[in-house]
């Protein structure tokens, strides 16, 4: 097993990344084209179907990775084999679990995950972070599972890690340690600390090598330690290009050769051990049961096609009788009877093109898991092409029978057996080639927000070209190819001809003609939309397809090109060839012994230094003669307040770490210690949630999480909340904090008392939460950030006040040089996890709180940066602070930072007092904490203890049982009265301690001032949204722009022309406005933690939701009509097309406003975006396009009034029509506009009607997404 270590940003992950081959781009040198296929890479996250059970997932694992030769027993005879080398065999047939479903723990996933990965017993095996987030006594299970797979078939393991601990780091044979790109160390993991202090080093005894050898990589620590009678020349911070040249001229290093005999690739195996048939087969019935057990997205389709069915059914209530005519010779154009057939019919189109939207979030879920997969060899892109598109079709097939049996009968057209099935299949057919439109959509797109921007477009390109909006013999010369590519146009053309052909109510001939499909053949269209759904499905594959690797092979690069041309391949040069070809060798041939030979260890290159500690390797040293002196900051240690020391601090070094009095110096300036801090106080506090169907539960169906915990913190400490995973520590924070969730289901008592008062409003407001999490906007720079956490956080500031104290706190915590980087996230580069996480303590600090909350501060932190940022919160302590932290795995200066230890087993208190008490208060129950072993961890052993982890194993309850009776339970209940009468006699302090009748630190001005620029400078920092939108906004314009350019007048009027760009503008931004779904969403966590810290209320990010994007998408819709307008034929006068973009803006923020509030009422991104197609279809159907409105029953005549799509459609006709004599010609204007009118149920009406109705929509959306702001809560702590 080989460590590949270094601190953060130093290429590990690059590295194996390299050596897996999974790089796609950039330049390899060093001979590593060639890997081994006897391999896996666990990757850092777990990536699995949650409604399979572990058993489940191992059996469709073996069935698509190993031989097909294989019988069933050898299949479970290698399943079980791994659930037992995993520890899985307990939990076998338990659901694997997702973010939405209850599923096995953490741990465990990672060991499945390490399983899936094993399954054919590889040579080599590759991990990536496997126990980041895992506390240490789960993070040894599972390399203590990875070890025992190692040790069985002498396998090898190359492994990147961080702050494992010592029980972990010892499992390991070998260690390669990088920094900066460069490997510093390789060779055996026991001499890694010996070199290292021959070189000048020097590590405490307790320090765990792990993380000192990770503090040397990352110029954390000086070489010659910490003597300042050490000569400079050799105390100096080591730059990483010295370090490397010290290894390579050191007795350590031992290269590595390769036998020039030997043919790795020979001895590959088989990428795909099965065929494409055994892969199709075990794919398709592994998606056969995850949709059986995805009641979930099943129901909802079921629901969704139920309620439009009948919406349409009776909406359209026997208009397909057609008893009466369907043309009218007068105005020389369809009867309400022929034209409501034929919207029928489109709107069955419409809907089913719409239908499969939802599908989107779906695919790109399983888009990632096939991405893995197929990585990993167990299958190629053809049978997983073959199994997705079958796979779905019994629930389209089935949904769409409800739907069409429900609207069909509804309806009343023909129901001869003919057309009844030749609608079916027609509409099938539509709705098959827009599901693989979808999967087309999710292939091809980096992400659901882009494929949800790119729909609009292809939606209003299809539907346009149908035949119902633009007649095909109006179609314009240079889109005279459009129609031959839409399918809806095939589709719609083959609906109309056989509904009136088989029915031929009278001049149905005349409709035909119209529409210009009187010359067809009802069989041609099935001849078309069957190879048209084949082609599109043929398109998906090839979406689907690898890309090409960019990535180029070479066997050497010259300094030359280093310095010149290759400092973007810094971490895959040839640096790291040797390992790389030495792995290869071990993979496809066993030990390394085989084909490569190490020199021995008195062997040395003749072309390097000989002297590892004295010769200047770098031009950037200071050389020995130098008269420059270090800095104190690198020669002397500080001291905790203990006396203990502490790590090293470098403020100007390389890295920029900080030790507690670094940070101390750099808060001399801000007076903290003015105020008294907050003692907070609890006592047989219990807290149980009703769950009767957990076996825990007592049988009132009650699971107690805590039971008689009992603590303090008082001012100036830090508490540290301990216990291994599941003993309630997030739990009892988050109920110290007040953030925990409340209901009829969960029982809460006990005391609990700040500054000897129950909890208040004012008091909260003296507390910071700084979650595990770290949620920022990443378009903002940290300063920004910053300023806007101080606006919005401090009392009766001015401006300058709050840029004093951003730069105050920014020093104070080692962030003041990266104020103008940007923050970053998933798709913005930005600062680092280190600098991420002290910004979040930084933004919940900014208003002095006197009590801080954090969970989990140093998860997926090295152990340097962890230490950093908890130097920073022992600094705030020290300045009469009150500090609660939940932490797992601190390393022993970080341990030392605490001055309590609370430790929770199984939701009850196993220890409350001194951290340094700890180890010593459980040697009485005979445990024994060996001090002098290099590497011991107290923090470690106290977290083992009370899991059961540690010998003599006693149970937890055990443990806890012996601590309400031990004298330090007894002497915290002697106190607790002493202690309480203090805190409420504390002098010169209120006891709320704040200003009664506030509610927030701000005023509701200031908030949503602050809110809106917040806003505002996300959306213009984060370009390619915007670029985005104004360039589909464009796009859309000329595209409609160019179909219907010069609308003819009159003796040919293009009515139905006009009436369409009408409307498809309205759906256009509407639809558009889907996008702000997924934002919403993001935005979402940031809501829920600023208004949980009462930084604002509902009414203020409400109020801000709705105003800071009302202009830009005002400037989007004047950019659309400025450019439409002018190249259609609308009216030519100024004031028509003012109001035509005054209806398009309101209509616009009507769509943005909905899709805000159905956002804000819908639990999850998918539900949401589920529901928009399926509620507008509402709209649009009582828009007046589709159904002309006089053709409603009477009990049906006034829902149309709420449908802001047929205000917005009615008041751009009128606008367009009404008085228009180039459409309809003197002296009969009046005459013929009244009969169109009349038949679409407009006449009588001003244009400005419309102006308040779609103002009253707006008010509605926005009222209702107050209320779900207010009421609906899917925050769950």
């Given at each position: 097993?080989?460590?590949?270590?270094?601190?953060?940003?130093?290429?590990?992950?690059?590295?194996?990344?390299?050596?897996?081959?999974?790089?796609?781009?950039?330049?390899?040198?060093?001979?590593?084209?060639?890997?081994?296929?006897?391999?896996?890479?666990?990757?850092?996250?777990?990536?699995?179907?949650?409604?399979?059970?572990?058993?489940?997932?191992?059996?469709?694992?073996?069935?698509?990775?190993?031989?097909?030769?294989?019988?069933?027993?050898?299949?479970?005879?290698?399943?079980?084999?791994?659930?037992?080398?995993?520890?899985?065999?307990?939990?076998?047939?338990?659901?694997?679990?997702?973010?939405?479903?209850?599923?096995?723990?953490?741990?465990?996933?990672?060991?499945?995950?390490?399983?899936?990965?094993?399954?054919?017993?590889?040579?080599?095996?590759?991990?990536?972070?496997?126990?980041?987030?895992?506390?240490?006594?789960?993070?040894?299970?599972?390399?203590?599972?990875?070890?025992?797979?190692?040790?069985?078939?002498?396998?090898?393991?190359?492994?990147?890690?961080?702050?494992?601990?010592?029980?972990?780091?010892?499992?390991?044979?070998?260690?390669?340690?990088?920094?900066?790109?460069?490997?510093?160390?390789?060779?055996?993991?026991?001499?890694?600390?010996?070199?290292?202090?021959?070189?000048?080093?020097?590590?405490?005894?307790?320090?765990?090598?792990?993380?000192?050898?990770?503090?040397?990589?990352?110029?954390?620590?000086?070489?010659?330690?910490?003597?300042?009678?050490?000569?400079?020349?050799?105390?100096?911070?080591?730059?990483?290009?010295?370090?490397?040249?010290?290894?390579?001229?050191?007795?350590?290093?031992?290269?590595?050769?390769?036998?020039?005999?030997?043919?790795?690739?020979?001895?590959?195996?088989?990428?795909?051990?099965?065929?494409?048939?055994?892969?199709?087969?075990?794919?398709?019935?592994?998606?056969?049961?995850?949709?059986?057990?995805?009641?979930?997205?099943?129901?909802?389709?079921?629901?969704?096609?139920?309620?439009?069915?009948?919406?349409?059914?009776?909406?359209?209530?026997?208009?397909?009788?057609?008893?009466?005519?369907?043309?009218?010779?007068?105005?020389?154009?369809?009867?309400?009877?022929?034209?409501?057939?034929?919207?029928?019919?489109?709107?069955?189109?419409?809907?089913?093109?719409?239908?499969?939207?939802?599908?989107?979030?779906?695919?790109?879920?399983?888009?990632?898991?096939?991405?893995?997969?197929?990585?990993?060899?167990?299958?190629?892109?053809?049978?997983?092409?073959?199994?997705?598109?079958?796979?779905?079709?019994?629930?389209?097939?089935?949904?769409?029978?409800?739907?069409?049996?429900?609207?069909?009968?509804?309806?009343?057209?023909?129901?001869?057996?003919?057309?009844?099935?030749?609608?079916?299949?027609?509409?099938?057919?539509?709705?098959?080639?827009?599901?693989?439109?979808?999967?087309?959509?999710?292939?091809?797109?980096?992400?659901?927000?882009?494929?949800?921007?790119?729909?609009?477009?292809?939606?209003?390109?299809?539907?346009?070209?149908?035949?119902?909006?633009?007649?095909?013999?109006?179609?314009?010369?240079?889109?005279?190819?459009?129609?031959?590519?839409?399918?809806?146009?095939?589709?719609?053309?083959?609906?109309?001809?056989?509904?009136?052909?088989?029915?031929?109510?009278?001049?149905?001939?005349?409709?035909?003609?119209?529409?210009?499909?009187?010359?067809?053949?009802?069989?041609?269209?099935?001849?078309?939309?069957?190879?048209?759904?084949?082609?599109?499905n043929f398109w998906v594959l090839y979406a689907l397809m690898p890309p090409t690797s960019k990535v180029r092979y070479f066997k050497s690069k010259s300094e030359d090109q280093i310095v010149n041309g290759g400092r973007n391949d810094q971490r895959s040069d040839s640096r790291s060839s040797s390992l790389a070809m030495n792995m290869e060798s071990f993979a496809n041939a066993g030990p390394p012994s085989s084909l490569a030979s190490r020199p021995t260890s008195n062997q040395r290159p003749t072309d390097l230094p000989t002297s590892p500690l004295l010769e200047r390797v770098e031009n950037d040293t200071i050389p020995e003669d130098s008269e420059v002196e270090p800095s104190q900051p690198l020669l002397n240690a500080p001291l905790s307040p203990s006396g203990s020391e502490l790590p090293v601090g470098n403020p100007e070094g390389r890295r920029g770490s900080w030790s507690v009095d670094d940070f101390k110096r750099n808060s001399e300036n801000i007076q903290l210690?003015?105020?008294?801090?907050?003692?907070?106080?609890?006592?047989?506090?219990?807290?149980?949630?009703?769950?009767?169907?957990?076996?825990?539960?007592?049988?009132?169906?009650?699971?107690?999480?805590?039971?008689?915990?009992?603590?303090?913190?008082?001012?100036?400490?830090?508490?540290?909340?301990?216990?291994?995973?599941?003993?309630?520590?997030?739990?009892?924070?988050?109920?110290?904090?007040?953030?925990?969730?409340?209901?009829?289901?969960?029982?809460?008592?006990?005391?609990?008392?700040?500054?000897?008062?129950?909890?208040?409003?004012?008091?909260?407001?003296?507390?910071?939460?700084?979650?595990?999490?770290?949620?920022?906007?990443?378009?903002?720079?940290?300063?920004?950030?910053?300023?806007?956490?101080?606006?919005?956080?401090?009392?009766?500031?001015?401006?300058?006040?709050?840029?004093?104290?951003?730069?105050?706190?920014?020093?104070?915590?080692?962030?003041?040089?990266?104020?103008?980087?940007?923050?970053?996230?998933?798709?913005?580069?930005?600062?680092?996890?280190?600098?991420?996480?002290?910004?979040?303590?930084?933004?919940?600090?900014?208003?002095?709180?006197?009590?801080?909350?954090?969970?989990?501060?140093?998860?997926?932190?090295?152990?340097?940066?962890?230490?950093?940022?908890?130097?920073?919160?022992?600094?705030?302590?020290?300045?009469?602070?009150?500090?609660?932290?939940?932490?797992?795995?601190?390393?022993?200066?970080?341990?030392?930072?605490?001055?309590?230890?609370?430790?929770?087993?199984n939701g009850r208190t196993c220890y409350y007092g001194d951290v340094d008490d700890a180890p010593l208060y459980f040697n009485k129950f005979g445990y024994v904490f060996d001090e002098d072993k290099v590497g011991s961890n107290p923090a470690e052993f106290v977290v083992a203890v009370a899991g059961g982890f540690e010998k003599p194993n006693l149970a937890p309850d055990r443990l806890c049982d012996d601590y309400m009776a031990s004298e330090s339970h007894m002497e915290f209940q002697e106190q607790l009265t002493e202690n309480l009468e203090s805190d409420r006699n504390r002098t010169g302090e209120n006891q709320n301690g704040a200003k009664k009748g506030t509610t927030y630190?701000?005023?509701?001005?200031?908030?949503?001032?602050?809110?809106?620029?917040?806003?505002?400078?996300?959306?213009?920092?984060?370009?390619?949204?915007?670029?985005?939108?104004?360039?589909?906004?464009?796009?859309?314009?000329?595209?409609?722009?160019?179909?219907?350019?010069?609308?003819?007048?009159?003796?040919?009027?293009?009515?139905?022309?006009?009436?369409?760009?009408?409307?498809?503008?309205?759906?256009?931004?509407?639809?558009?406005?889907?996008?702000?779904?997924?934002?919403?969403?993001?935005?979402?966590?940031?809501?829920?933690?600023?208004?949980?810290?009462?930084?604002?209320?509902?009414?203020?990010?409400?109020?801000?939701?709705?105003?800071?994007?009302?202009?830009?998408?005002?400037?989007?819709?004047?950019?659309?009509?400025?450019?439409?307008?002018?190249?259609?034929?609308?009216?030519?006068?100024?004031?028509?097309?003012?109001?035509?973009?005054?209806?398009?803006?309101?209509?616009?923020?009507?769509?943005?406003?909905?899709?805000?509030?159905?956002?804000?009422?819908?639990?999850?991104?998918?539900?949401?975006?589920?529901?928009?197609?399926?509620?507008?279809?509402?709209?649009?159907?009582?828009?007046?396009?589709?159904?002309?409105?006089?053709?409603?029953?009477?009990?049906?005549?006034?829902?149309?009034?709420?449908?802001?799509?047929?205000?917005?459609?009615?008041?751009?006709?009128?606008?367009?029509?009404?008085?228009?004599?180039?459409?309809?010609?003197?002296?009969?204007?009046?005459?013929?506009?009244?009969?169109?009118?009349?038949?679409?149920?407009?006449?009588?009406?001003?244009?400005?009607?419309?102006?308040?109705?779609?103002?009253?929509?707006?008010?509605?959306?926005?009222?209702?997404?107050?209320?779900?702001?207010?009421?609906?809560?899917?925050?769950?702590?």
């Amino acid at each position: 097993m080989i460590a590949l270590m270094g601190p953060s940003g130093a290429g590990k992950s690059t590295l194996l990344d390299v050596l897996a081959n999974r790089k796609s781009e950039g330049t390899i040198y060093g001979g590593v084209e060639n890997r081994a296929e006897s391999s896996c890479y666990v990757m850092q996250s777990d990536c699995h179907i949650g409604n399979l059970t572990v058993l489940e997932t191992l059996e469709f694992a073996s069935l698509l990775r190993n031989p097909k030769s294989w019988t069933k027993d050898q299949h479970d005879s290698r399943v079980n084999y791994l659930l037992t080398s995993m520890g899985l065999s307990h939990i076998s047939t338990s659901y694997v679990g997702s973010s939405f479903t209850r599923g096995i723990s953490g741990g465990q996933l990672k060991r499945l995950s390490i399983a899936v990965e094993c399954i054919t017993l590889p040579g080599l095996i590759f991990l990536d972070e496997p126990t980041s987030g895992l506390d240490s006594s789960i993070s040894i299970e599972v390399m203590s599972a990875v070890r025992k797979l190692c040790d069985d078939g002498g396998r090898a393991v190359i492994c990147t890690i961080h702050q494992p601990s010592i029980d972990c780091f010892e499992m390991f044979d070998d260690l390669l340690l990088l920094s900066e790109g460069r490997v510093i160390y390789e060779g055996p993991r026991n001499k890694a600390v010996q070199y290292f202090n021959e070189l000048g080093y020097q590590n405490d005894k307790d320090t765990n090598p792990a993380d000192f050898i990770c503090e040397v990589a990352g110029g954390m620590v000086c070489g010659g330690g910490m003597d300042p009678n050490v000569s400079y020349g050799e105390s100096h911070i080591k730059s990483p290009r010295e370090l490397e040249k010290l290894f390579k001229s050191s007795n350590y290093h031992t290269p590595v050769t390769i036998d020039p005999n030997s043919n790795p690739k020979s001895r590959n195996m088989p990428k795909n051990p099965n065929n494409t048939f055994t892969q199709f087969r075990t794919l398709l019935n592994r998606g056969m049961l995850t949709n059986k057990r995805n009641t979930a997205y099943r129901n909802s389709q079921i629901i969704k096609n139920i309620i439009v069915g009948i919406l349409a059914g009776v909406i359209f209530y026997q208009q397909g009788s057609m008893s009466t005519s369907v043309w009218n010779t007068t105005t020389d154009f369809p009867e309400s009877a022929g034209y409501n057939v034929v919207s029928i019919l489109y709107f069955a189109i419409l809907y089913s093109i719409t239908g499969n939207l939802q599908s989107i979030p779906m695919l790109f879920q399983q888009k990632l898991m096939f991405v893995r997969e197929r990585s990993a060899g167990a299958y190629t892109t053809l049978p997983y092409w073959m199994c997705n598109s079958l796979v779905n079709l019994p629930l389209i097939i089935g949904t769409h029978i409800l739907f069409t049996n429900l609207t069909y009968w509804l309806v009343g057209l023909p129901a001869d057996p003919v057309t009844v099935g030749y609608m079916f299949l027609n509409t099938l057919m539509v709705n098959l080639i827009s599901f693989y439109f979808s999967q087309l959509l999710a292939a091809s797109c980096s992400s659901s927000q882009v494929a949800l921007a790119v729909f609009p477009i292809l939606f209003m390109f299809l539907s346009n070209f149908a035949g119902f909006t633009i007649l095909l013999d109006n179609v314009q010369a240079q889109w005279c190819w459009a129609p031959y590519v839409s399918f809806p146009r095939w589709a719609y053309e083959g609906l109309v001809y056989v509904t009136f052909d088989q029915k031929k109510p009278e001049n149905y001939e005349n409709i035909l003609a119209y529409f210009g499909f009187d010359d067809w053949e009802a069989m041609y269209s099935i001849c078309i939309l069957v190879p048209y759904a084949v082609l599109v499905n043929f398109w998906v594959l090839y979406a689907l397809m690898p890309p090409t690797s960019k990535v180029r092979y070479f066997k050497s690069k010259s300094e030359d090109q280093i310095v010149n041309g290759g400092r973007n391949d810094q971490r895959s040069d040839s640096r790291s060839s040797s390992l790389a070809m030495n792995m290869e060798s071990f993979a496809n041939a066993g030990p390394p012994s085989s084909l490569a030979s190490r020199p021995t260890s008195n062997q040395r290159p003749t072309d390097l230094p000989t002297s590892p500690l004295l010769e200047r390797v770098e031009n950037d040293t200071i050389p020995e003669d130098s008269e420059v002196e270090p800095s104190q900051p690198l020669l002397n240690a500080p001291l905790s307040p203990s006396g203990s020391e502490l790590p090293v601090g470098n403020p100007e070094g390389r890295r920029g770490s900080w030790s507690v009095d670094d940070f101390k110096r750099n808060s001399e300036n801000i007076q903290l210690a003015t105020q008294r801090g907050l003692n907070v106080t609890f006592s047989s506090l219990n807290y149980s949630v009703h769950a009767p169907t957990n076996p825990k539960a007592d049988q009132n169906g009650m699971l107690h999480i805590l039971s008689s915990v009992e603590g303090r913190a008082a001012s100036g400490e830090m508490v540290a909340l301990m216990g291994a995973s599941g003993a309630g520590k997030s739990t009892l924070l988050d109920i110290l904090a007040g953030r925990k969730t409340l209901d009829k289901t969960t029982t809460l008592d006990g005391v609990l008392l700040f500054n000897g008062a129950p909890r208040s409003r004012p008091i909260m407001r003296r507390s910071a939460y700084v979650t595990q999490d770290n949620v920022h906007l990443a378009s903002l720079t940290v300063r920004q950030t910053l300023e806007f956490a101080a606006s919005l956080r401090m009392e009766s500031s001015n401006k300058e006040e709050r840029r004093e104290r951003v730069l105050t706190v920014a020093k104070m915590l080692g962030i003041d040089k990266i104020l103008d980087n940007r923050v970053g996230g998933e798709l913005i580069r930005g600062i680092s996890g280190g600098q991420l996480k002290r910004l979040s303590i930084a933004v919940e600090i900014i208003s002095l709180p006197e009590l801080i909350f954090l969970d989990e501060p140093t998860t997926g932190l090295d152990s340097a940066i962890a230490h950093e940022v908890m130097s920073a919160v022992r600094n705030l302590a020290n300045f009469n602070r009150t500090v609660i932290c939940t932490i797992h795995q601190p390393p022993p200066a970080t341990f030392r930072l605490f001055d309590k230890l609370l430790l929770l087993a199984n939701g009850r208190t196993c220890y409350y007092g001194d951290v340094d008490d700890a180890p010593l208060y459980f040697n009485k129950f005979g445990y024994v904490f060996d001090e002098d072993k290099v590497g011991s961890n107290p923090a470690e052993f106290v977290v083992a203890v009370a899991g059961g982890f540690e010998k003599p194993n006693l149970a937890p309850d055990r443990l806890c049982d012996d601590y309400m009776a031990s004298e330090s339970h007894m002497e915290f209940q002697e106190q607790l009265t002493e202690n309480l009468e203090s805190d409420r006699n504390r002098t010169g302090e209120n006891q709320n301690g704040a200003k009664k009748g506030t509610t927030y630190p701000s005023s509701l001005g200031m908030q949503c001032y602050t809110l809106a620029c917040r806003q505002i400078v996300k959306t213009a920092q984060d370009k390619r949204p915007l670029i985005a939108g104004i360039m589909r906004h464009i796009v859309v314009a000329l595209f409609y722009g160019s179909i219907y350019r010069d609308l003819k007048g009159s003796p040919n009027p293009q009515i139905l022309e006009r009436c369409s760009l009408c409307f498809f503008t309205l759906m256009f931004v509407t639809m558009g406005q889907q996008q702000n779904i997924p934002i919403i969403f993001d935005e979402r966590l940031l809501f829920y933690r600023e208004r949980g810290a009462k930084v604002y209320g509902n009414f203020s990010y409400w109020l801000t939701g709705g105003v800071s994007v009302t202009p830009l998408t005002l400037v989007w819709v004047a950019i659309f009509c400025a450019i439409l307008y002018p190249l259609s034929g609308f009216r030519k006068d100024w004031e028509s097309a003012i109001f035509f973009y005054i209806i398009a803006a309101l209509t616009s923020l009507c769509g943005l406003f909905y899709c805000q509030m159905l956002a804000v009422l819908s639990p999850t991104q998918q539900s949401a975006i589920t529901l928009f197609p399926a509620t507008l279809f509402f709209f649009i159907s009582f828009a007046g396009y589709i159904v002309q409105l006089p053709s409603l029953p009477d009990w049906l005549s006034q829902v149309p009034n709420v449908s802001f799509l047929r205000w917005g459609f009615q008041a751009l006709v009128i606008n367009e029509l009404e008085d228009n004599t180039f459409v309809f010609p003197a002296p009969t204007t009046e005459v013929l506009y009244k009969a169109f009118a009349e038949q679409y149920g407009i006449y009588g009406y001003s244009k400005w009607t419309s102006v308040p109705y779609l103002a009253i929509n707006m008010g509605v959306f926005r009222l209702f997404t107050f209320l779900g702001l207010r009421y609906v809560r899917y925050e769950k702590r």
